[in-house]
C-alpha cells in the first residue's frame, strides 16, 4: 500500500463518451503528478499541482483533458469526447516528505476506449 | 532521442544469476529514480539517488554524474524479482519524472 488510492481502476467507455478518474493520497504531502501509460511504454508526465495550483501541464494534455485539485488533496482527471487514442493506464503519484522525497504511485486506473 | 534510455529492453535469466539493468540520460538532474512494476501495473519505488551507491537487500544501485550513468543490479536473482524496471530521472528536486521505456526482466526457476 503506498497510500495512494484510485478509482475506478477499470474504465471501459465507448468513443465520444467523458470519464473521470480519481486519485486520493492518504498522507500530508504538497505535489501531486498525473502520469499516462501505454503498453510497453514508461509513463508519460501529463500535469501536477502544487497544493490547489495546477503549476506544469504536458502537451499531451489536449483540450479534453482536465485536471483539478479542489482543497489541496484529492485530485480529478476528466477525459471530454474520448478518443482510442486515450487508451492507456493514468497514474497518479505524489511526492510527500513524510515518507522521505520520492514519488509514490496509486495503482492506476486503466481505460479502455471502445 | 529519448532523454532517459535504458538496455535491454528485455532480460531473460535463470534463478541465481546476478543481473544489472543499465540506464542513461542526457539531461542534468537532481536525482535519479529505480522503480519496479509488475503485472497489473502497480509501480514501485526502490530507490532515489543523486550521488553514489544504495543498496536494500539484493538490489544495488549506482549512479555516475560525470557519465550520466546509473545501474540497478539483482544479487541472487528470484522468480519473484521477475517485473518491469524503469529508470526515471528528475531535473530538479521534486519536479515531474522522466521516465526510460522499461527493462522487462524475466527470471526462471
Known amino acids: 500500500d503506498t497510500g495512494v488510492s484510485q478509482d475506478p481502476r477499470h474504465k471501459i467507455t465507448k468513443r465520444g463518451q467523458n470519464v473521470t478518474f480519481r486519485c486520493d493520497p492518504i498522507?500530508?504531502?504538497?505535489?501531486l503528478y498525473w502520469y499516462r501509460q501505454t503498453l510497453g511504454q514508461g509513463p508519460e508526465f501529463l500535469t501536477y499541482?502544487?497544493?490547489?495550483?495546477?503549476?506544469?501541464k504536458s502537451r499531451l494534455l489536449s483540450d479534453r483533458f482536465s485536471a483539478e485539485r479542489p482543497k489541496g488533496s484529492f485530485s480529478t482527471l476528466e477525459i471530454q469526447r474520448t478518443e482510442q487514442g486515450d487508451s492507456a493506464m493514468y497514474l497518479c503519484?505524489?511526492?510527500?516528505?513524510?515518507?522521505?522525497?520520492?514519488?509514490?504511485f496509486g495503482p492506476g486506473t486503466r481505460l479502455l476506449v471502445l | 532521442k529519448n532523454e532517459v534510455e535504458q538496455s535491454p529492453q528485455n532480460l531473460t535469466a535463470q534463478e541465481g544469476e546476478f543481473i544489472t539493468i543499465n540506464c542513461s540520460y542526457s539531461?542534468?538532474?537532481?536525482?535519479l529514480h529505480w522503480l519496479q512494476q509488475h503485472p497489473g501495473g502497480g509501480i514501485v519505488s526502490l530507490f532515489m539517488?543523486?550521488?553514489g551507491k544504495k543498496k536494500h537487500g539484493r538490489l544495488i544501485a549506482t549512479i555516475n554524474i560525470q557519465e550520466k550513468h546509473s545501474s540497478l543490479h539483482i544479487t541472487a536473482s528470484h522468480p519473484r524479482d521477475s517485473a518491469v524496471y524503469i529508470c526515471?530521472?528528475?531535473?530538479?528536486?521534486?519536479?515531474?519524472?522522466?521516465f526510460g521505456t522499461g527493462t522487462r526482466l524475466a527470471v526462471r526457476p
Open positions: 539531461v542534468g538532474i537532481s536525482a
Open positions: 498522507s500530508e504531502h504538497n505535489r
Open positions: 526515471a530521472v528528475e531535473t530538479s528536486s521534486g519536479d515531474k519524472l522522466t
Open positions: 503519484a505524489i511526492n510527500t516528505k513524510v515518507w522521505g522525497e520520492t514519488q509514490y
Open positions: 499541482f502544487q497544493n490547489e495550483a495546477q503549476l506544469e
Open positions: 539517488l543523486s550521488s
